[in-house]
């Protein structure tokens, strides 16, 4: 069983920035693609962004521009890097390991608040 470790959720006024953090112990981590996804109240879960194993990405439209997901393959993590948050920003985060650089894997991480005041 994977287990996924996210952190670095919060509040933040529209305009902030957060950092949103994933561990992933193990040692596959450095052979799959990986991402965010976020899920608001009432809504289905939606990507943030993707990247491969080797490092291309893929944004959800909604936060081209401001968003950049990088990761860590010697530390096994991989981060999210919020800037110009708006009050549709609110969710909760999710890791997700495995998959594509399209498609979603299997391992879920427990997912991290994100509030976005107004």
């Known amino acids: 069983q994977v287990q996924l470790v996210e952190s670095g959720g919060g509040l933040v006024q529209t305009g902030g920035s957060l950092r949103l953090s994933c561990a992933a112990p193990g040692n596959f981590f450095s052979a799959y693609a990986t991402g965010w996804y976020r899920q608001a109240p009432g809504k289905q879960r939606e990507l943030v962004a993707r990247i491969s194993n080797l490092g291309r990405t893929n944004y959800g439209d909604s936060v081209k521009g401001r968003f950049t997901i990088s990761r860590d393959n010697r530390k096994k993590t991989v981060s999210l890097q919020m800037n110009s948050l708006k009050p549709e920003d609110t969710g909760a985060y999710y890791c997700?390991?495995?998959?594509?650089?399209?498609?979603?894997?299997?391992?879920w991480g427990q997912g991290t608040q994100v509030t976005v005041s107004s």
């Open positions: 997700n390991v495995g998959g594509t650089i399209l498609a979603a894997g299997d391992y």
